[in-house]
């Protein structure tokens, strides 16, 4: 890939990448500020995008309009809902999805935008693979490829996360993938997405999110690094 956009919803996410760039160079566009620069001799621009799908999606047309983005990392932080995880586990978008789309009243399926060709975005085959791979190295045995379900809500309840678990199969759920992979669909441009588990989306979710959310975001940053080293 010629540049690689390396997107974070909030502060804790990008903010190791950040120390650790070089020749960098600092710009604002819509309300966003990106910073381009050499991470492992790799051409990067790092981005907070500002939690949830609006900002996230915004902030990754801009990235392939005038950064150049033909590759795009997300890394970050989300709620379990696969009961299978634990907090600090990672998932690997194997695909993404917006679980708060919701036409069901006129007969589209939860998370089906109506008259579009796909409302689950693919993950590139082969940014997933390197992520399965450099995750395994760095966590072995505590990683997942499954999908990521993303809306504007918190999730915070114990017969919510069961719903999205039961009704659409999700991994875990946060508040940009679907949304950055979207965008990335509607550009052509290949997209994965890294999250480890600051919680498990349920009543404790807000108490576990404020305890484990920077060891969670340094672990899905660890993946991206090993990732980009090997590309
Ligand atoms: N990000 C981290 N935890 C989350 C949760 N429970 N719901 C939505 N986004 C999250």
Redesign the pocket.
């Known amino acids: 890939f010629g540049t690689i956009g390396i997107i974070g919803a909030m502060q804790e996410e990008i903010e190791l990448v950040l120390a650790r760039l070089e020749n960098k160079q600092t710009e604002k566009h819509g309300g966003i500020v990106y910073h381009r620069g050499d991470f492992h001799g790799k051409k990067v621009v790092l981005t907070r995008s500002g939690v949830g799908k609006v900002n996230s999606a915004v902030c990754t047309q801009i990235l392939i309009d005038r950064f150049g983005a033909d590759a795009v990392i997300f890394t ?4 379990a809902v696969d009961p299978a995880l634990n907090i600090g586990d990672i998932v690997v978008s194997s695909s993404s999805l917006q679980h708060d789309v919701d036409v069901t009243a006129l007969g589209f399926p939860r998370g089906t935008i109506p008259y579009q060709d796909v409302s689950e975005y693919a993950a590139d085959a082969r940014l997933v693979a390197l992520a399965e791979l450099s995750g395994e190295k760095v966590f072995p045995g505590r990683c997942v490829t499954g999908k990521v379900l993303s ?1 504007d ?4 309840d114990r017969s919510a996360v069961k719903q999205l678990y039961e009704e659409l199969g999700g991994a875990c ?3 940009e993938g679907a949304s950055v992979a979207q965008v990335c669909h509607m550009n052509d441009i290949p997209y994965v997405v890294i999250r480890s588990m ?2 498990k ?1 349920d009543g404790s ?1 807000h108490v576990n ?1 404020a305890e484990f ?1 920077i060891e969670a975001a340094n672990r899905s940053f660890a993946i991206v690094e090993e990732m980009v080293k090997a590309l």
Do not use: K, L, N, R
């Not at 970050?76 to 709620?79: E, I, S």
């Open positions: 970050g932080v989300a709620g809306g809500q918190f999730i915070a759920t946060e508040m600051s919680d989306a979710a999110f959310t």
